[in-house]
């Protein structure tokens, strides 16, 4: 290691660059295609309704949150009022239950559910798909490449991130610039997404973030009532929340802001 003009060097074998920043590159890209192809396999997609009463139940709510986040793009005041009273009342006197008899019991059993099991299955399936290879590639490095600085950051950082930069080798002199073989793991763990996006699309099971997401909520835009919730407070909830919604639209006044804009062009 030496200073020079204040700018901190280590002088290091050139093939590290190649025999461990390309090694652990090209193993976190495969490992994401082989998990996103893995998972598409794995994976059993959501069941439909079965009757014509449980798809009205599902679509009544999705009714209901579609009206309270997109009215105020081209519904006016009257007609938000009368599609507003007209979920209520269904929302609040179970017309839109698919079964009102069972309105006030508890909802069953998730463990006892086929489809609260099948759901709690593919969660696992996900997880296990998530940590089984995280696992083995952390083991490969620490077995291989542990104690290695492999490459410089070209722009500066604060003290902060040295034990994220850092991991296995962070010493008190050392340049916070400076990336181990293990920190260059999980920047490619989260810095990796757009390049999956490129080879798989948009949307691909290799990114983290979006895995996570969709493994707490895996069948939310299919199915938004999820077995052990009560469809009769769901509609309760969604209720409360269109009776304390304020309607505003963004096509009030347009003509006066129009006409505010263009005026003094057409004088």
């Keep these: 290691m030496a200073i020079e003009g204040g700018e901190q060097t280590i002088l290091r074998d050139p093939a590290l660059f190649y025999w461990i920043l390309f090694p652990i590159s090209i193993v976190m890209i495969l490992t ?3 998990r996103h192809y893995a998972t598409v396999l794995m994976n059993t997609p959501p069941k439909g309704p079965s ?3 449980e798809l009205r ?3 009544a709510l999705l009714r209901g949150v579609n009206l309270r986040n997109h009215a105020c793009a081209v519904l006016d005041r009257e007609s938000f009022e009368i599609r507003k009273n007209y979920m209520v009342s269904g929302f609040r006197n179970g017309s839109f239950l698919k079964d009102p008899n069972n309105r006030g019991q508890a909802p069953a ?10 759901q709690m299955m593919g969660m696992l399936k996900g997880n296990m798909m998530m940590m089984i ?3 083995l590639i952390m083991s490969w490095i620490n077995a291989f490449f542990s104690g290695f600085v492999i490459l410089k950051l070209p722009f500066p950082l604060t003290i902060r991130f ?3 930069l850092q991991s296995g080798v962070m010493t008190r002199d050392l340049d916070v610039k400076w990336v181990s073989s293990l920190s260059w793991y999980f920047l490619n763990l989260f810095g990796l997404q757009p390049v999956f996006g490129f080879i798989l699309g948009s949307d691909n099971s290799a990114n983290q973030m979006a895995q996570q997401m969709a493994q707490a909520n895996p069948a939310a835009m299919m199915n938004p009532m999820q077995p052990g919730q009560d469809p009769d407070k769901l509609f309760l909830s969604e209720a409360e929340n269109l009776e304390v919604m304020e309607h505003f639209c963004i096509l009030d006044g347009v003509e006066e802001r129009v006409l505010r804009n263009f005026a003094p062009e057409v004088n």
């Design 51 to 53: 009757t014509l009463l």
């Design 57 to 59: 139940e599902r679509h």
């Design 133 to 135: 290879p995280q696992t």
């Design 109 to 118: 059993n998730p463990m006892t559910d086929p489809a609260g099991m099948e």
């Design 162 to 164: 040295k034990s994220m």
């Design 32 to 34: 994401g295609i082989l």
